[in-house]
């Protein structure tokens, strides 16, 4: 691993502690959690916006602007304003996604939640999905937060990964195992 990569790891959970601590100090976590998930989804949805973080060319004033003004449009909690241009001032902006995704997954954890992912062959309804989360919260005794994801490559079936545990009924990796066994044969 270079250095470069292992301190900008570091940085991240850093930071991302940081306003954890800070935005618990204020009880404002939950608010700063929501603030952070639209923020998450401006910068994959939005290129212009993904570009001002991203180039290392782009003035911290511009920089600055453009949050001050996202946050006044979208009323976001003045705590998260103050630590986004504290980003920006310390030349760190460019990591903001990793920190507000460790800032997530910090409040997940700290909540006592188990990550889980879910991937199914056809679309599922929220209450399919709600329905595999309850029994997911019931087997494993504790909260379970779901990523949802729909994959028509697995032709039919569900993939389940919970930690390091992971439940495959999928069609294509039942055919991938008859393929193996007759290989071997």
Sequence with gaps: MSKSKGFSDTSVGRYSLALYELSEESNVTNEIEKDSLSIIQLISNSEDFNSLIKNPTNKKEDQLNVILKISEKFKINSLLTKFLSFLISKRRFFYVEKILKNFIETCSKKRGEIKAELTA??????????????????NFSSKIKLNYKYEPNLIGGLVVKVGSTMVDTSIKNKLQKITNRMIEV
Excluded: A
């Excluded at 599922?124 to 709600?130: A, S, V, Y």
């Design 121 to 138: 062959s056809k679309e599922l309804t929220e209450k399919e999905i709600n329905s595999i989360k309850e029994e997911l919260t019931k």
